[in-house]
């Protein structure tokens, strides 16, 4: 029984550190998210999107190996269906609208990224980058 | 530094164009010119002018100093590609059990209409089993099909919306389980059978959603989340895509997402349900196996990334 009970606690302590393992990184990819949007507002915001030859340089944010790393991760995360074993299954939803804000940014065409946000989000009340 | 750097680039483009026509005009005559000009604007016509030695030694001088120069930019990219890539990868695995959850969701609707019917099919002969079966594909088959996703256009999404229409894909379902146990009583379908025509979850389990619903915050109102569909940012990505990689990822990506019906017909023919304790017991063990396997590659291919 106290086997049972001890076995019982590692599972839940290993799930925990999973959680808290995931959310962290979670934490990362939506902070990249939220810097990179906000960086293109602050330098966009002005542009007027008539004009399309305009220039904008911003950091590169997806030059970053932890990220890469970190997707690299996510992608064996989700061959093993984590998520699911450890019961966190909105994590999955979590995790791919953040995703899916990095996949949207283009470092060669930031007016291009910005406006595709601004166009969405005039027409629409909610955007990835949001 | 970039700047002038790209410049020089520039320069020695243009100086290898001058000297590629030079070249050419020597090895294959003034006639040749307008040919070798189209070589280095990336038409690959003539396969003499693609061989030749000279030719060759030239591009690849510009290419190596045009590399050399750029070789930070490209390095940089290449992470930025790597990521993308993965989140593709991602995307395609979100596919993968999205159709698992679909295959899974139809076997429960197959197994609670042999829980309804079970009995009865039992003592009937093989005609009246496909008319019953027929019967509930009729009218519950649109319960089992999954919605198609939204492009983000709303005048198309409206459009199509309406018109779901039950597709053929069952033709070899039918056929599978049209096989099954039977004698020659003869009785008519007795229950009215329930009418089904939006997608329902059977199975119990948490419902796998589809790209369109996973970017959607569920803690938000979903009429407050309307444009959040997948389609546009995929198409946006895609064709700020330089890298055929990613292009092929991304690509698949939108033809898997918008061909679920498709794809879940093909996965219903392969199906292959077991029956008896003894299959099942195989089947477990073989699948423990392949599990053990599996996981010793990823293993494997993760140290292989993180030592070597």
Same mark, same amino acid.
């Given at each position: 029984?106290?086997?049972?009970?001890?076995?019982?606690?590692?599972?839940?302590?290993?799930?925990?550190?999973?959680?808290?393992?995931?959310?962290?990184?979670?934490?990362?990819?939506?902070?990249?998210?939220?810097?990179?949007?906000?960086?293109?507002?602050?330098?966009?915001?002005?542009?007027?999107?008539?004009?399309?030859?305009?220039?904008?340089?911003?950091?590169?944010?997806?030059?970053?190996?932890?990220?890469?790393?970190?997707?690299?991760?996510?992608?064996?995360?989700?061959?093993?269906?984590?998520?699911?074993?450890?019961?966190?299954?909105?994590?999955?939803?979590?995790?791919?609208?953040?995703?899916?804000?990095?996949?949207?940014?283009?470092?060669?065409?930031?007016?291009?990224?910005?406006?595709?946000?601004?166009?969405?989000?005039?027409?629409?009340?909610?955007?990835?980058?949001? | 530094?970039?700047?002038?750097?790209?410049?020089?680039?520039?320069?020695?483009?243009?100086?290898?164009?001058?000297?590629?026509?030079?070249?050419?005009?020597?090895?294959?005559?003034?006639?040749?010119?307008?040919?070798?000009?189209?070589?280095?604007?990336?038409?690959?016509?003539?396969?003499?002018?693609?061989?030749?030695?000279?030719?060759?030694?030239?591009?690849?001088?510009?290419?190596?100093?045009?590399?050399?120069?750029?070789?930070?930019?490209?390095?940089?990219?290449?992470?930025?590609?790597?990521?993308?890539?993965?989140?593709?990868?991602?995307?395609?695995?979100?596919?993968?059990?999205?159709?698992?959850?679909?295959?899974?969701?139809?076997?429960?609707?197959?197994?609670?209409?042999?829980?309804?019917?079970?009995?009865?099919?039992?003592?009937?002969?093989?005609?009246?089993?496909?008319? #019953?079966?027929? !019967?509930?594909?009729?009218?519950?088959? %649109?319960? $089992?099909?999954?919605? =198609?996703?939204?492009? &983000?256009?709303? @005048?198309?999404?409206?459009?199509?919306?309406?018109?779901?229409?039950?597709?053929?894909?069952?033709?070899?379902?039918?056929?599978?389980?049209?096989?099954?146990?039977?004698? #020659?009583?003869? !009785?008519?379908?007795?229950?009215?059978? %329930?009418? $089904?025509?939006?997608? =329902?979850?059977?199975? &119990?389990?948490? @419902?796998?959603?589809?790209?369109?619903?996973?970017?959607?915050?569920?803690?938000?109102?979903?009429?407050?989340?309307?444009?959040?569909?997948?389609?546009?940012?995929?198409?946006?990505?895609?064709?700020?895509?330089?890298?055929?990689? %990613?292009?092929?990822?991304?690509?698949?990506?939108?033809?898997?997402?918008?061909?679920?019906?498709?794809?879940?017909?093909?996965?219903?023919?392969?199906?292959?349900?077991?029956?008896?304790?003894?299959?099942?017991?195989?089947?477990?063990?073989?699948?423990?196996?392949?599990?053990?396997?599996?996981?010793?590659?990823?293993?494997?291919?993760?140290?292989?990334?993180?030592?070597?």
């Amino acid at each position: 029984m106290q086997r049972f009970k001890s076995n019982n606690n590692f599972e839940v302590m290993q799930n925990k550190l999973i959680s808290s393992m995931l959310e962290e990184i979670w934490k990362i990819i939506s902070t990249t998210k939220s810097t990179i949007r906000e960086q293109l507002k602050e330098k966009c915001s002005g542009v007027n999107d008539t004009i399309k030859d305009i220039h904008v340089t911003t950091s590169d944010f997806l030059n970053n190996e932890l990220l890469q790393n970190i997707t690299y991760l996510l992608v064996k995360v989700s061959k093993f269906d984590l998520f699911k074993m450890i019961g966190k299954f909105e994590f999955h939803s979590q995790f791919v609208r953040e995703l899916f804000g990095l996949l949207e940014y283009d470092k060669a065409n930031p007016v291009l990224s910005y406006l595709l946000v601004t166009a969405r989000s005039n027409i629409y009340i909610q955007c990835f980058w949001c | 530094m970039l700047a002038a750097l790209t410049s020089v680039v520039e320069n020695v483009t243009d100086l290898g164009k001058g000297l590629a026509n030079i070249v050419g005009n020597t090895v294959f005559g003034a006639k040749k010119e307008r040919k070798s000009q189209k070589m280095l604007n990336s038409e690959t016509e003539d396969p003499m002018i693609i061989n030749n030695p000279l030719m060759k030694g030239l591009l690849s001088l510009v290419l190596q100093i045009d590399v050399a120069v750029r070789g930070e930019e490209v390095s940089a990219s290449a992470t930025e590609i790597k990521i993308k890539t993965q989140i593709a990868e991602i995307l395609l695995d979100m596919a993968n059990q999205r159709q698992d959850f679909l295959v899974q969701n139809f076997l429960y609707w197959f197994d609670e209409i042999l829980l309804k019917e079970g009995k009865r099919l039992f003592n009937s002969n093989p005609s009246e089993i496909k008319e #019953t079966l027929q !019967k509930y594909i009729n009218a519950q088959a %649109l319960s $089992v099909i999954p919605p =198609t996703m939204k492009t &983000g256009i709303a @005048e198309v999404d409206e459009k199509y919306a309406q018109k779901i229409t039950s597709v053929n894909m069952f033709s070899g379902v039918k056929k599978k389980f049209s096989g099954m146990k039977s004698t #020659t009583k003869k !009785k008519g379908v007795k229950n009215k059978i %329930l009418q $089904v025509t939006s997608f =329902t979850n059977y199975s &119990g389990n948490e @419902e796998f959603p589809d790209l369109d619903r996973l970017i959607r915050d569920t803690s938000v109102v979903e009429s407050r989340q309307k444009g959040m569909e997948a389609l546009p940012s995929l198409l946006a990505s895609f064709v700020n895509a330089n890298n055929t990689k %990613l292009e092929h990822y991304l690509l698949d990506v939108i033809m898997r997402s918008f061909s679920q019906k498709e794809e879940l017909g093909v996965y219903l023919k392969q199906v292959d349900v077991l029956f008896e304790d003894e299959d099942i017991q195989v089947y477990n063990r073989i699948k423990t196996q392949v599990d053990g396997m599996r996981y010793l590659i990823e293993r494997s291919e993760v140290r292989n990334k993180t030592f070597y």
